[in-house]
């Protein structure tokens, strides 16, 4: 019989309207898919969820990472920028680690309505990203 997965998830407190709905709902769709939600760490906004998610990986209590977010598009290209960062160091996390990390941040690009609009789709994206790799 496999083990439970244990879940570590991430959440950025900016954009608090979104990413917290996100995160009840990353927590409620892990349950109901069977993984156990071992740690939650808030962190102040979407370009620190690496360094969360890297203390989550280090954990041998955690098999894998959900980290949710908004990254919602301005007036100049800073949204862009963000998510490279934070999607290259969250690939180098899984690397390193070997273990998995579901992204579930909204962006780049994302409008507000987007973003929002989104936010079931998003956390369910991330919680069934890491189960699913998981399992391979």
């Given at each position: ?12 407190s900016?954009?608090?309207e979104i990413?917290?709905?996100m995160?009840?709902e990353?927590i409620?769709h892990?349950k109901?898919?069977g993984a156990t939600?071992?740690a939650i760490?808030?962190v102040?906004?979407?370009?620190e ?7 989550l ?10 980290v ?10 800073h949204d862009?920028a963000?998510m ?11 690397l390193?680690?070997?273990k998995p ?7 780049p690009?994302?409008?507000w309505?987007?973003?929002?609009a ?9 919680v069934?990203a890491a189960?699913?790799?998981s399992?391979l």
């Amino acid at each position: 019989m496999k083990k439970k997965l244990r879940l570590g998830i991430v959440v950025s407190s900016f954009n608090s309207e979104i990413t917290m709905p996100m995160l009840k709902e990353a927590i409620a769709h892990a349950k109901r898919s069977g993984a156990t939600v071992k740690a939650i760490i808030e962190v102040p906004g979407a370009y620190e969820t690496p360094f969360a998610a890297q203390k989550l990986l280090s954990r041998k209590d955690i098999d894998a990472v959900a980290v949710v977010g908004a990254v919602i598009k301005g007036e100049t290209k800073h949204d862009v920028a963000i998510m490279c960062g934070i999607t290259k160091g969250l690939i180098s996390l899984q690397l390193k680690h070997k273990k998995p990390v579901g992204l579930g941040i909204s962006g780049p690009g994302a409008t507000w309505k987007q973003a929002k609009a989104r936010i079931n789709e998003y956390a369910h994206r991330s919680v069934d990203a890491a189960i699913w790799m998981s399992n391979l």
